[in-house]
């Protein structure tokens, strides 16, 4: 039996410390703050709830399996539904679609609002679901860092059909010639930004991504997504999993290249086996000595981050949804606003999430919790206070000239985040969504492994490292970080 230590309660720091209970061994958890989630977070203001990070649940069996691996009952734990809905869409010139779980649905309800080809929409869906499957085999369940891998069966099977998933074209170019109207175009390039990526540049393998709305489905937990990671600490603790809250840590004790311990604001302790849930670049710049950084890796470009405001609005609008999406008219200019200018775009997208539509203990009656996004570039010293003020103006505007409302009469609460508080609360680099960016087919695939030789005894879990970021990719990096604990010992 080994003693584990892991540094952060991320959604990939518990799984990881439950797996490892599981195994038999004895697992304790420090964090920085006085709550577990990390970026799932949670903000009450004046009878208003708001999930402060993620609001879309894809893969829900991923989350169960934990339940099921401890011989528990995930329904004793947590439920969720799923959404008949999946999201509606604004444009400018008042074109309006609403998007449901079933595909073919879909893709008539695209064929009526934007002219396209239900044939080719319902294709395109279910294609994505097949590249899921082929990106699976090679990607989502193991090591992309170990030469078995390679040689697998599954990998076999991957490379016979690695002709289909585009590795070649980005994911604009391929959207550009399977679609006829270019907002369709813009409705499937969005979801590079699932992974913090630009459609303009990330390999359209990423294309995969559709396939977890419109084939598996968008969920909404009761309680708010905030309870992922609450349902998940009480089974850990059931486990014997120790957390140490509000306590950082400051050093990873080294012995040459072995890990050993940790070091917190509070006390040192020996470990044999240390599990890294934090973001790699502040793990590399503050918790170990700089000989053992991967340098490369470590330079890449981060994802996007956000700029996020919580509202709460007296009112209740029946043409929105519990996700939405308004759109910007170009944009190209606003993703190269992000990735190159490092800026906000003068007329953002303006991603707009209403949990009271399905919970509604999240507003008081007759009101709502609006939850929205921007997409913004990581934090590299931009002035912050400015671009927020802009930011909620140009959001006021938008929402305004498309629903025909004036929402500053009905803002009667409100809070935000910007990169540099994503940053200084979760630890992230540059308050990055999801670490590095994917936005050339090597960073997508070739991300920091959950184990590195160079540095022994050292696992690596979440949204930083191998397969990415997103609660589905941060739960796999945990299971293949076990899997290859296993192997090692
Ligand atoms: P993190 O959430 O990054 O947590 C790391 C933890 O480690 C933190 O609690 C931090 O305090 C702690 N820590 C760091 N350093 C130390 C230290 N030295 N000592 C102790 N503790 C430390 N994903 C989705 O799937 N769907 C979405 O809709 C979605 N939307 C998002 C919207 C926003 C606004 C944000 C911020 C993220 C969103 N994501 C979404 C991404 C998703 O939240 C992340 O990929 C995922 O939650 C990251 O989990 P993680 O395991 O990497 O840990």
């Known amino acids: ?168 074209q980005t994911m604009h170019q391929s959207h550009r010639t399977t679609f006829r109207n270019p907002k369709t175009v813009q409705l499937f390039d969005r979801y590079a930004t699932y992974n913090g990526s630009d459609p303009y540049q990330t390999p359209a393998t990423l294309s995969i991504i559709p396939h977890l709305e419109y084939n598996l489905g968008a969920y909404f937990p009761k309680g708010g997504m905030v309870e992922i990671p609450n349902a998940l600490v009480r089974l850990a603790k059931e486990l014997g999993v120790q957390f140490h809250f509000g306590e950082a840590v400051k050093r990873i004790l080294c012995d040459g290249n072995k890990v050993n311990g940790i070091q917190t604001n509070e006390a040192s302790y020996d470990f044999d086996i240390i599990a890294s849930n934090a973001d790699i670049r502040p793990t590399y710049n503050h918790l170990l000595p700089t000989e053992l950084r991967p340098n490369k890796l470590l330079n890449q470009p981060k994802s996007s981050s956000g700029v996020i405001f919580y509202w709460g ?87 305004n000239r498309i629903l025909g409302i ?36 090597f960073a997508a695939f070739l991300r920091h492994p959950n184990y590195r030789s160079a540095v022994k005894n050292l696992y690596w879990i979440g949204g930083s490292v191998h397969p990415g970021g997103g609660i589905p990719l941060c739960l796999s990096s945990a299971k293949i970080a076990t899997k290859l604990f296993q192997e090692n010992a």
């Not at 009526?112 to 090679?138: F, H, M």
């Not at 308050?431 to 050339?440: C, D, K």
């Open 1 to 168: 039996m080994s003693t584990v230590g892991v540094i952060g309660s991320g959604i990939g720091g518990i799984a990881f410390a439950i797996r490892m209970q599981l195994l038999g061994h004895n697992v304790t958890v420090f964090e920085a703050n006085e709550r577990p989630g990390g970026k799932l977070g949670l903000l009450e203001m004046q009878g208003y709830r708001f999930d402060t990070g993620p609001s879309l649940f894809t893969m829900p069996h991923l989350v169960d399996e934990l339940f099921e691996l401890a011989g528990k009952n995930p329904r004793d734990y947590f439920n969720y539904e799923r959404l008949p809905e999946i999201c509606r869409y604004f444009w400018e010139d008042q074109t309006r679609l609403k998007t449901v779980e079933d595909p073919a649905e879909t893709a008539q309800l695209m064929a009526e609002a934007l002219q396209e080809d239900a044939a080719t929409v319902y294709r395109y869906i279910k294609e994505a679901g097949e590249k899921y499957n082929i990106v699976s085999d090679l990607f989502l369940d193991d090591s992309l860092h170990k030469f078995s891998t390679w040689t697998s069966k599954k990998a076999m099977h991957g490379y016979a059909n690695l002709h289909k998933l585009g590795l070649f």
């Open 313 to 399: 609005v007296k009112r209740s609008f029946d043409e929105l949804g519990v996700h939405n999406i308004f759109f910007s008219e170009d944009y190209r200019a606003e993703f190269d606003a992000i990735f190159k200018k490092e800026t906000l775009y003068k007329d953002p997208t303006v991603y707009v999430h209403i949990s009271s539509k399905v919970a509604k203990a999240d507003a008081p009656a007759g009101c709502e919790n609006w939850f929205i996004l921007v997409n913004a570039p990581a934090n590299s010293g931009q002035d912050w206070d400015e671009l927020v003020q802009r930011c909620r103006q140009q959001v006021i505007e938008k929402m």
């Open 406 to 441: 004036k929402l500053e009469d009905y803002l009667v609460a409100e809070d935000y985040l910007d990169p540099r508080r994503i940053e200084s609360r979760t630890s992230s680099s540059g308050g990055a969504l999801y670490g590095n960016s994917s936005n050339n087919k």
